[in-house]
Structures are given as C-alpha cells and as structure tokens.
C-alpha cells in the first residue's frame, strides 16, 4: 500500500466514526445541528481522501458532475418549500438509489469477467434494488406532486402480475450469480427491476406514503451498502447500512401506527376500497359559525390543535401559529397533538410546525396527549381524518379498526376544519364528525384560520 | 473476493446494523423528517464509488458516462440533502421561552 491509500482509508474511518457520531446528535434538537456538521466535514474528508488516493487520471467528467450535482443540490436546498418535503425526500432517494445501480452497471462492465461469485452476488442485488428504488420513488414523487393521481391504480390480476415480475426478477439474478458471461441475463435483469418498482408503488395510496417512504429509504441505503461489498469499501457498507436500518425502523414505527402490517400495505391497495357503511350516519353534521368559533376558542382554557395532511396543501401553518398566539396572548393554553402518520411522511407536521416558528416543546406525540383530551376544552382538527376517527377504537368491523388514534372525542368540544363535506382519503365515514359535541367549519384551511383570529381579536 | 474480505465485509455489516439500530431508534418522532433527509445525504457517500468509475484510467467511456451521472446525482443529494437538513435543524433550535412564559 501507498502512503495516499492508507491516507484515503484513514479518512474513510474518520467519515465513518462521525456519521455515527451525526446521528447520535439526532436524539436532540439541541444537539442536531452540531451532528451534522461533523457529517459533512466526514464526507468531505472522505471525497478529498477518495480523488488524492484513487488512481483518477480523466478529471472533465467529475468537475462536470460534481459542479451540476452542487448547483441542483444548492439550488433544492434553498428553495424547496417545507411543505414539498415529501416529495423532495422520495425524488432524493431515487437519486441516491439511482447511482448505486450505475455503480453497479459500470463495475459490471469494467470488471465483470474477474468477478467471484460472491461479489456477483452483491452486485446484482445492488443492481437489482438500486433500480427498483429508483422507479419506485419516482411514482410515489409523482404521486405526491400530483403529477400521478395519488388513488391507488389497480386491476384486476395486479398480484399475479407481480409474482410474475418478481420471479423473471429474481430468476435473472440467480442466473447471473452462476453464469457471469450472460451479458443479456444481467441488463434483463436490470429492466424487470425498473419495471418492478413502478408495480410495487403504482397500487399504493397517497395517505401509505408514510411506510412506502421508509421503505425506499431503506432500499436506498441497503443498495449503498451491497455497493460498499462490491467495492470492498467499509465506509460504503456503515454509510448505507445506517441508512438502511433508519429506514427499516423508521418503516416499522409507520406501520405500528396505523395497526397494519408491512406486506397490507405494499399489496392491500388500502384506499381503493369503498367505505361499506361501517358506521353509517348517526346524526347530522352541524356547521358553526366563525364568531361562535371563535368565541369558544377565546373563552377557552385548554384548546389543542389536530394537524394533518390537510394542513400542508392549504399551507396553513403559520396560519395555526399566529391563531395560537393570539390565544396564548389571552391565557389560553394551546397544544399540539401529532400523530405518527399525520402527513405523507414521518415527522412531516413537525417540520411544518417548526417552519411557523413553533417552539417544538409545544408539540406533543400521541401517547403524551392523549390522556389530556377529557380536560381539553376545545380540539382543532385542521384537515386530519382517518387519524381522529374514533370507528378505530370502538368500532372492530371498521376497516381501520386498532390502528391508535388521537382521542379528539374525547375532548368538551371539537371544532373540525375540512375542505368540503366529503369524506376522507380512505373513504370512510368518520363518526367524530357527526357527534353532538362536535362541529363543522367548512372552507380553505388557511382562509379559515386567519378569519378565525380575526374573529378572537374581535371577542 | 478472498473469503477473508468476505469475512471482515459481514462484520462491519453486522455491526454497523447493530450500532445504527441503537443510535436510530433514541431519535425522537419530532426529528423523523430530517433524520430521513440526513441518512439520505449521508448515504450519497456512494458518491465516492462513482468518482472512481468517473475517473478512472483505461475505462471505457460507457463507464465513464455512468460514472459522471451517478456522480451528479449522488452529489445533488450530499449537497441538497445536508443543505435542507440544517435548515430543517435550524428551524427546531429556534425556541421562544417569552412565548412558553405567557402560556403558563
């Protein structure tokens, strides 16, 4: 070994050490931040390290890649708004799951016919999720774009249809894995995985994004990984399998939070099913005017707000945030209650909360609100539905029965913010909206939040 | 790939499974977004193999060409991933004890 290699594979243990070190800065806002600087200052050791040790001779194509790559980062770093996480999020793990497979087609080119078995192996399934990823988060990109119609596409024989796409898939990998000259079996292969991640997405809908999210998150970071053995380079292999398990957790917690397991929501088609009156209407909807609202909200002592995805399309967060000034300004006590899944993505409303400068200590977690509820004297619910829905809880039949809910029923009074009259994502009837303690205010989130706090600075 | 690298692959494998498991599951909920937005920049250390296949000598130009695509993708995301994670970051340290004050 030369001095540069072991100067390379010196800052290759120093990327590694501080991007777990990163991470563990993220159990505390306070401490995030200082995380992930030394996640950065590892990831530029670990560049320098990579072009002074290599042996790179042709410089035109990685100054051309690393200039645009940096001018479209900067360029989505800064403009992309808060409420475009989701989407940004899914576009990056296509990005991320996209090199990893060109990686891998290139390695393949370059030193397929000196390959052992082992290491084809590890590139194939590098190839094989790589590709899958990336198609796969493109349509769920699309889908919460609005460039794709977020309802879940299917028809009929989609499973099959799949089973057959993930057998020629997998067929091909084995195939390659034995008979390393079968040039054609591996680019078969490369396609099939294109084709598979646009059928495992296409039947999901929008309010799954959640899971689906952490899954390619997960994906994304395990083809990193496989990369990592295929180039026998560690800091590849911790990188992606960092990445990988955050996901997998990540994907995890999304499904305990909705009571269902992984394999429903990749192959249920969830919102597709048409409520079949669970729960039918029991009473009537009751519209409140704005100044009553507002009146119970001024002379209230504990009011909670209920944010869900609803809240992101109208863009209404700083909206809720100068309403829960103005109360706070009276002495009334507000609260925020987030649910797990609220939103298209882990932790989507509290990045959205936090953009309104709300201080994160008012944001509460489901388990931690959820005993408050009976002394609350006013809930919010701004565009949030399967979440609120007591059917969950009381009703077994309910398609969405054990999932946890935020117990907003529970509270003296509801007030619930909705677009329209119609139901929710899933199409289910919610009960909550029919209770006699319960009423309705009908119109933009936005517009309505800040006649709202027109209305209390009035009272 | 001598059985040995073999070996000491699954290792580092095992283990950086296990330490991510620890270190990931103490993040709280209010964190998830960035968490997601920071294991993604991190992970573009994938960036590093592309370089390589960018730039190597005596490749051929296909590989090249993949190369340099897979580098610009995966930089976007070191660059735009770490970019939009501090500023998430930045977000959440903002606190407002005056506001906190009048609510009590």
């Known amino acids: 070994m030369t001095l540069t290699t072991y100067f390379m594979e010196a800052t290759y243990l120093i990327a590694s050490i501080l991007f777990v070190f990163s991470l563990k800065g993220m159990s505390h806002p306070e401490t995030a931040r200082r995380g992930m600087f030394m996640a950065e200052a590892g990831m530029f050791a670990a ?3 990579t072009l002074v040790g290599t042996h790179i001779v042709t410089w035109v194509w990685i ?8 001018i479209l980062g900067a360029w989505m770093a800064i403009w992309v708004p808060m409420t475009a996480m989701p989407q940004r999020t899914a576009l990056s793990h296509a990005f991320g799951a996209l090199a990893a497979a060109l990686v891998g087609v290139g390695e393949f080119i370059v030193h397929a016919s000196e390959m052992s078995a082992v290491t084809r192996s590890a590139l194939g399934f590098e190839v094989m999720l790589g590709a899958l990823t990336t198609t796969g988060s493109l349509i769920a990109c699309g889908k919460l774009q609005g460039i794709i119609h977020g309802k879940p596409i299917q028809f009929r024989g989609q499973n099959a249809v799949n089973l057959l796409v993930f057998l020629t898939m997998v067929s091909s990998f084995v195939y390659f894995c034995i008979h390393p000259e079968a040039v054609a079996v591996f680019y078969t292969m490369l396609g099939v995985a294109f084709v598979f991640g646009i059928m495992l997405v296409i039947p999901i809908g929008s309010a799954d994004m959640p899971v689906v999210m952490s899954l390619l ?6 083809a990193s990984a496989a990369t990592g053995f295929v180039l026998q380079n560690n800091v590849l292999i911790i990188a992606g399998t960092l990445d990988g398990f955050s996901g997998f957790i990540l994907s995890v917690l999304m499904c305990k939070a909705m ?3 992984i394999t429903n929501v990749l192959f249920g088609g969830f919102g597709a099913v048409v409520a079949e009156a669970t729960s ?3 009473g009537v909807m009751r519209e409140i005017s704005l100044d009553d609202a507002a009146m119970q909200l001024a002379f209230a002592n504990r009011v909670v707000f209920v944010p869900g995805y609803g809240l992101a399309t109208a863009q209404a967060q700083h909206a809720v945030r100068e309403l829960a000034e103005l109360l706070e300004s009276r002495g009334v006590s507000v609260k925020y209650a987030i649910h797990p899944v609220a939103g298209r993505m882990p932790g989507h409303m509290n990045v959205l909360l936090a953009e309104a400068n709300v ?3 008012s944001l509460y977690e489901m388990e931690q609100i959820n005993p408050e509820f009976p002394s609350t004297d006013v809930a919010v619910v701004i565009g949030a539905n399967d979440v609120v829905n007591p059917d969950a809880r ?4 309910s398609l969405i029965a054990g999932m946890p809910i935020l117990e907003v029923d ?10 329209g009259q119609g139901r929710g994502f899933s199409g289910l009837e919610n009960p909550l909206f029919f209770k006699s303690c319960t009423s309705m205010l009908y119109g933009d989130a936005k517009a309505t939040l800040s006649h709202l706090a027109q209305a209390v600075q009035r009272v | 790939m001598n059985p040995a690298v073999l070996i000491a692959s699954v290792y580092v494998f095992a283990l950086a499974a296990f330490l991510g498991y620890q270190v990931i599951s103490r993040v709280p909920p209010l964190l998830h977004t960035p968490l997601m937005s920071a294991t993604n920049a991190i992970s573009g250390i994938s960036l590093i193999g592309s370089l390589v296949l960018a730039g190597s000598a005596h490749y051929p130009l296909g590989a090249h060409i993949l190369g340099f695509v897979a580098v610009t993708t995966s930089t976007i995301n070191v660059v735009g991933g770490f970019g939009l994670t501090d500023r998430m970051l930045k977000m959440f340290g903002k606190r407002k004890p005056d506001q906190k004050a009048v609510a009590k």
Request: net charge positive.
């Open chain 1, 410 to 419: 529970r509270a003296k009074s509801v007030i619930v913010l909705k677009r």
């Open chain 1, 394 to 397: 009381d009703n077994p039949k």
């Open chain 1, 280 to 282: 039918n209407a029991g």
């Open chain 1, 359 to 361: 201080p994160y200590s």
């Open chain 1, 259 to 261: 009571n269902r397991s």
């Open chain 1, 217 to 222: 998150n997960s994906y994304a970071g395990l």
């Open chain 1, 47 to 49: 560049i320098v390290g």
């Open chain 1, 63 to 70: 100054i051309a890649g690393l200039a645009i790559g940096s």
